[in-house]
Nanobody, 122 residues
Framework: EGQLVESGGGLAQAGESLRLSCVAS????????IAWCRQDPGKEREGISF????????LYADSVKGRFTISRDNIKNTVYLQMNSLEPEDTAVYYC???????????????WGQGTQITAAS
């Protein structure tokens, strides 16, 4: 059974940067699309960035486009989310997820990490 572990969360001031990492184990990593999603209490989980299995394609939600960059290292079984110009609205628990289909539909992702908290203070 595959496992994903996120790290890099924490507290930042508005305008600062953080980088999240998602390390995979127990799966053939370069077979999987990876998504970063986030959830604020009381809100629906939102997919914010997606990267294809090869890393050749990436998608971003409008809310993070131009500020966040997703990348992956298939040798290290790791996906990164570089978050620049953080805003208080970015405060949420961030999850990475793995799926075998190139899609933005969250139900297609069947392996999830436990999440890491990002707090962007104003």
């Amino acid at each position: 059974e595959g496992q994903l572990v996120e790290s890099g969360g924490g507290l930042a001031q508005a305008g600062e940067s953080l980088r999240l990492s998602c390390v995979a184990s127990g799966l053939t990593f370069d077979d999987y699309t990876i998504a970063w999603c986030r959830q604020d209490p009381g809100k629906e989980r939102e997919g914010i960035s997606f990267i294809s299995a090869s890393g050749s394609s990436a998608l971003y939600a409008d809310s993070v486009k131009g500020r966040f960059t997703i990348s992956r290292d298939n040798i290290k079984n790791t996906v990164y989310l570089q978050m620049n110009s953080l805003e208080p609205e970015d405060t949420a628990v961030y999850y990475c997820a793995a799926g075998r289909v190139w899609t933005t539909q969250r139900h297609a992702y069947d392996i999830w990490g436990q999440g890491t908290q990002i707090t962007a203070a104003s």
